[in-house]
């Protein structure tokens, strides 16, 4: 039966082998290069779209009420 030393280090050198191998490389690039795509991308986070939601919401409610005293003005001129 093997020693769980040897196991530990046989873990350990395949990990240190793994962090070094061009795989790591491609992974590291793969991010680098999608982060890059991303940050062009001109996105906004959920936070700041509910944020802008709001405010919409918000000037449509206005208008109405300005659009409604813009008719209740007009109708006491015609009157």
């Not at 959920?46 to 918000?58: I, T």
């Not at 409610?61 to 409604?68: D, N, P, V």
């Amino acid at each position: 039966m093997l020693d769980p030393k040897t196991l530990e280090d046989f873990g350990a050198k395949m990990s240190a082998l793994l962090a070094n191998s061009p795989a790591k490389d491609i992974e590291k690039n793969a991010k680098a290069v999608m982060s890059g795509l991303l940050g062009k991308l001109d996105l906004v986070t959920r936070e700041e779209f509910d944020v802008q939601a709001e405010v919409l919401a918000r000037t449509r409610q206005k208008l109405k009420e300005l659009e409604a005293r813009v008719d209740a003005l007009e109708k006491a001129r015609q009157a």
